[in-house]
Structure formats: structure tokens, C-alpha cells
């Protein structure tokens, strides 16, 4: 069991590891909106994303203006044995360390047992608490079953191209924005950002080899290990088997034939267990039945181009599949409720806004004789139906 003693070397040391100017690090666009929730809203502050996509920095910056704050980091090796019953003597740790704490900022919290008995204690004590995960479904199921109604969740995405732009320190004044050199400018950088995807470290050190740990990390950690998982090899060979086949739909028996599992339920395990860490996102066909939605194959979709030119076999050639997979991670980060059209013709995105609006988008890299007709005719069908 440890002991006071013990916390208070573990809280220091995470401390020591925040110091940093927060000033050189990019302000990601869902800054505000968490800003405004951290201190007008009373409700916990769950912000979830893919393991490494700038959530511990997003934390920092909301912190940076606060005084009367504390901070841990849940995914320390040193609380891997912690209960709930011991946070008693972690608070009087974060406490000595800190000092008076109106702000409790919990990363990775999925990794602390029955955490939300912690996370209620605090908030009914008049505490505003902020949490980050990696994982969708655990935090929703912890959350749902003791904190219903008292927590409101917003998702941080790798960056946009806006981000991009801005990590890259492009600054283009909007009167210039038409100059040939300047468009020519945005399009290079627009066709980098699209090939090398938006996760911060992988750009800032730009190491493939970073890239395949962060990738190990996800499968071994947030799957394989969470989930038990035995048939690790068919898993691996599920994932390069739907990034190869990025954007096109698939079913859970199709998925099944082409790893060579026994049945379709597992696959559609496998699936939820990829997508509840974030590296994939599936997109029903819209039907007006809820049933037939969950029946229909679903377009697959990747938190990140860069994941897609490390294993997929012809990434240089699939421009039009990259574009549609950012095109849908933008409607994705905006929290718009989004399917894909195909009445015997298809469109891509079925799009319905937060105020109810439909939007209707047709992704095409670039529109030749060969596709003309069926990318502009699947868009009419699209508007003809809705």
C-alpha cells in the first residue's frame, strides 16, 4: 500500500513535468469552447481523444491562467495498484503540493478503478473536475452509471489543417489570400498536411519510428491488454485490412471471411474495441430505420492520415480516399450527426448541423471524364431524396 509519502514524490514529480511556457504551444480551436466550460459551467469536464493527440497539453493551457488548481496523471506506472479508497492520502498529496485545490485536472483517468466514485466525491464537495481519456466507451459506461446528467464531453482531434498551418507558423493576411504565390503556398502545405495527418509529436520530430510505437501503444494497451485479447496477430491483420481499405464500406461478415475468424460477432468486437479507442470511426447508411443502419455495411474511417501512409500498401495513390477521410474527420470534430447516401447511386456525406440543417457532400480528389457523371449524379440523388 503506499503511503503519503510516496504521493507526495509522485505529485511532485508530475508537477516538475508540467513547467513549460504554455505560450510556444499551439492553441487548439476547441480551446475556447473548454475555457468557457471550465468556468461557467458547473458540470465534470470530460475531454476524450486518441492516446497522444494533445490532450495533457490541452490541459495545460486551460491551467496556465489558474492558481488554485491540481493536477495527475493517471497513467503513472506508481498507481497502477490504486483504489478509490486510497485517494484520501493522494488528496492530502495533491493538496501539500498544490495548495488549495478548487480544480482537479485527472489525466487518463480510465486507468484508476471505479473512478467515478472519486470524481462525484469531489464535484459534490463544490469542486470542478476535469478529466481526459483515451478510451470512449469506458468513460461513458463509468460515467452513465453514476454521473448521469453531471458531465458534458468534448472530443480533441489531431490538427486541422487551420492547426496545421499554424504548428507551421503560416500566416497568410486574408487580402493576399488570392495571390497566386499565396494559393500556391496553401496547396503545398494543404497536400503536406493531408499526407503527413495532424498528430503533434509525429510532426514535431517527424519520425516514422515514433509513429509505430505510438501505434503499438494503441493496439497493445488500449485494446489487447484492456480487452484480453488472444487472437492478437488477426487483429493486427484486421487493422492493416480495413486502412488499406479506407472510406469503402464493409460488413461484419466480410471482415470476418478476410481474417479468418470464426464468426462475425467477433469481428464487430474487434471493431467496436478500435473504435472506442479512436484509431477508426465507422459511418452507417442513412435509412430512416434505426435497424436496417445497424444491418447496412459501413464506410470505415481513420483518426489520421499518417497511420494510413505507414501501412497502407498504395497511399501515395489514394488521394481521393485521404481527402474523404478529413473531410469526414472535420464534420466528426464539429459533432455533426453524419451518414453516407447510396440509393443505387452514392453520395458521401449525409451531413445534419446542430441546428438541424442537412448538408450534402460529394468528396472528389479531381473530377475527370472517367467520374464526372457518377460523382455529380450521385450528389443529385442525394438532394432528389432529401
Request: charged fraction near 25%; aromatic fraction near 14%; proline fraction near 2%.
Amino acid at each position: 500500500m503506499a503511503t503519503k509519502t510516496d504521493y507526495l514524490e509522485l505529485v511532485s514529480l508530475q508537477k516538475e513535468s508540467l513547467s513549460g511556457d504554455t505560450k510556444t504551444l499551439i492553441q487548439r480551436e476547441i480551446y475556447p469552447r473548454a475555457k468557457d466550460l471550465l468556468t461557467s459551467d458547473s458540470r465534470i469536464l470530460v475531454i476524450t481523444g486518441i492516446r497522444r493527440v494533445g490532450k495533457s497539453t490541452l490541459l495545460q493551457q486551460l491551467m496556465k491562467n489558474l492558481t488554485n488548481y491540481c493536477y495527475l496523471n493517471a497513467e503513472d506506472e506508481r498507481l497502477i495498484h490504486f483504489k478509490a479508497e486510497d485517494f484520501s492520502r493522494l488528496n492530502e498529496a495533491l493538496i501539500e503540493v498544490y495548495g488549495a485545490c478548487d480544480f482537479y485536472f485527472f489525466d487518463e483517468i480510465q486507468n484508476i478503478d471505479k473512478f467515478e466514485i472519486i470524481v462525484r466525491r469531489l464535484q459534490d464537495s463544490g469542486k470542478k473536475v476535469v478529466l481526459t481519456g483515451s478510451n470512449s466507451s469506458l468513460l461513458s459506461m463509468e460515467l452513465g452509471t453514476r454521473l448521469t446528467g453531471r458531465y458534458i464531453q468534448i472530443e480533441l482531434f489531431p490538427f486541422s489543417y487551420k492547426e496545421f498551418l499554424d504548428f507551421n507558423k503560416v500566416e497568410i493576411a486574408k487580402e493576399s489570400f488570392y495571390l497566386p504565390q499565396e494559393k500556391v503556398k496553401l496547396k503545398q502545405y494543404f497536400k503536406q498536411w493531408l499526407d503527413s495527418g495532424g498528430m503533434p509529436e509525429y510532426l514535431k520530430y517527424n519520425d516514422v519510428n515514433y509513429l509505430r510505437t505510438l501505434f503499438d501503444n494503441i493496439i497493445y494497451r488500449d485494446i489487447i491488454a484492456r480487452y484480453n485479447i488472444r487472437k492478437q496477430a488477426i487483429l493486427k491483420e484486421l487493422v492493416h485490412l480495413l486502412t488499406n481499405n479506407l472510406t469503402l464500406p464493409v460488413t461484419y461478415n466480410s471482415l470476418k471471411k478476410s481474417v479468418g475468424l470464426s464468426n462475425a460477432e467477433t469481428a464487430k468486437e474487434y471493431l467496436n474495441y478500435l473504435c472506442n479507442s479512436y484509431f477508426f470511426f465507422e459511418l452507417r447508411k442513412y435509412s430512416p430505420s434505426y435497424n436496417k443502419q445497424l444491418q447496412n455495411a459501413k464506410k470505415i474511417y481513420l483518426i489520421d492520415n499518417a497511420f494510413h501512409a505507414m501501412m497502407s500498401l498504395i497511399s501515395s495513390a489514394n488521394n481521393g480516399r485521404k481527402l474523404e477521410n478529413v473531410i469526414h474527420l472535420f464534420y466528426r470534430s464539429k459533432g455533426f450527426e453524419m451518414y453516407y447516401f447510396n440509393e443505387s447511386q452514392e453520395c458521401d456525406f449525409v451531413v445534419f448541423d446542430n441546428d438541424g440543417k442537412k448538408h450534402l457532400t460529394q468528396v472528389c480528389w479531381e473530377l475527370t471524364l472517367e467520374n464526372k457523371d457518377r460523382e455529380i449524379n450521385g450528389l443529385n440523388a442525394a438532394m432528389k431524396f432529401f
